[in-house]
């Protein structure tokens, strides 16, 4: 049978192998499989042809044997456990499970046991082992969905325990310090204030622009969460940015007037605290700054919640907990003054001189 090659391409790619589609104008191009003539590429270039969506199969899935861990994890991305988790989320898991498919991917989904995890979480740091245990239980959770196996080998693991306060709050006389070497108009100073009177995390703060304020609040939704929040504009960081001109539609740019990748934001705020004699400092202590801030000044756990924009309130709880221990410690030490200063004062004027 001879066949029409209209609209058929192909070319020969970097390994040597050809490849062929369908790309009619005004159509999205769609891969033809198989040698020309033989049934599945006619099957495919009728499709095609007719306008039918030929149905895809999920990136990585061709390249993994059935059974596999490595079809397993492509199976995975195109579920909608996968799909309806947080872009920042989705991003991170990928990166941890693609490192996963790397050294195991060829092996048997099945023969995956509790040892094996817990050998793997072994090798890692406290938060890598929490971030891959989180990606990898989601895709056992999958598979267990969907009969690839009929355990979760990451059952009855618990994350390994993080010590609090791993990472540094930044106290008053550390931020004065930072606000000294980067005076109002810096970019440095621009970005510190973003952080702190938002308290917002880096990879939402480089997206702020003027398209998020509106009568004095700054709208957004969270990258991590998906949370909406609507926060009012401190009087500070209103002055700072109104000193900090920008033609970009983010309020941060790079010295090339480009909007700042969550990384590359990261890279410039180690900069800045280095040259402030901060090295103790980073840009997520700045979140923890704020909630600091508003634990002192006698939030409660809720209105703290409302900035952060936190949906459990344990971590929260650490801030109102410390603050309100400080604020009694303080009350405790003054009505012990206040009493000796009268059993002083009482045997003085018995005892004069």
Known sequence: MKVSLRYVHEYCDQHGKMRRYYRRPGQPKVALPGKPGSPEFLAAYQAASSGHKIERQPIGLNRSPVGSIGAAIAAYYQNSSFLTLAPGTRAMRRQLLERFRAEHGEKRLATMQRKHVAQQLGKLKPFAARNWLKAV?????????????????????????????????WSEDEIALFEAAHPIGTRGRLAMALLLYTAARRGDAVLFGRQHTSTGRLLYRQQKTGGR?????????????????????????????????????????????????????????LRKAQARRLAEAGCSTHEIASITGHKTLAEVQRYSDAADQSRLADAAISRTSIGSSKKLWAKSTKNPK
């Open 137 to 169: 239980r989601g895709l056992m959770q999958f598979a267990l969905a969907t009969g690839l196996r009929d355990d979760d080998p990451t059952t009855g693991i618990k994350p390994v325990k993080v010590r609090a306060g791993t990472i540094h709050t």
């Open 229 to 285: 929040l609507s926060i009012p504009i401190h009087p500070v960081l209103a002055e700072i940015i109104a000193a900090t001109p920008t033609e970009n539609l983010t309020f941060l740019v790079t010295p090339r007037g480009n909007p700042y990748t969550a990384a590359g934001f990261g890279h410039a705020m180690r900069k800045w605290c280095d040259e402030a004699g901060l090295p103790q400092c980073s840009a997520h202590g």
